[in-house]
């Protein structure tokens, strides 16, 4: 398998769909497979020091909320038109932000 597996879902274009529970939902089940994926990918023996194949900085679930909250915190990207988006956007962080 390669980073060019058909499951990968492009979350930068699915987080600008989101605008209601439904569609924040659908992020939010994406985002989830997206973390499952990576880690079926690297078949259990992530990349040290580095961001996995995929992108995930932050592996565990404490550190994904934790970095989700920080960002969250830094005020960026505040969508104050659309709360699921940003709701969808501070989860989204938790991916990369460190």
């Not at 060019?4 to 979350?11: N, Y």
């Not at 659908?26 to 690297?42: G, I, M, N, R, T």
Request: proline share 4%; hydrophobic share 40%; net charge negative.
């Amino acid at each position: 398998m390669s980073v060019d597996d058909p499951r990968i879902v492009d979350l930068d274009v699915l987080l600008e769909t989101v605008h209601d529970e439904s569609t924040f939902i659908d992020f939010v089940d994406a985002l989830a497979a997206d973390f499952a994926l990576e880690k079926e990918l690297e078949d259990g023996k992530p990349v040290p020091y580095s961001a996995g194949l995929l992108g995930w900085e932050n592996g565990t679930i404490d550190n994904f909320l934790g970095a989700s909250a920080r960002w969250g915190e830094t005020g960026v990207f505040a969508d104050k038109q659309n709360p699921w988006r940003r709701c969808a956007h501070i989860l989204y962080a938790g991916k990369w932000y460190e």
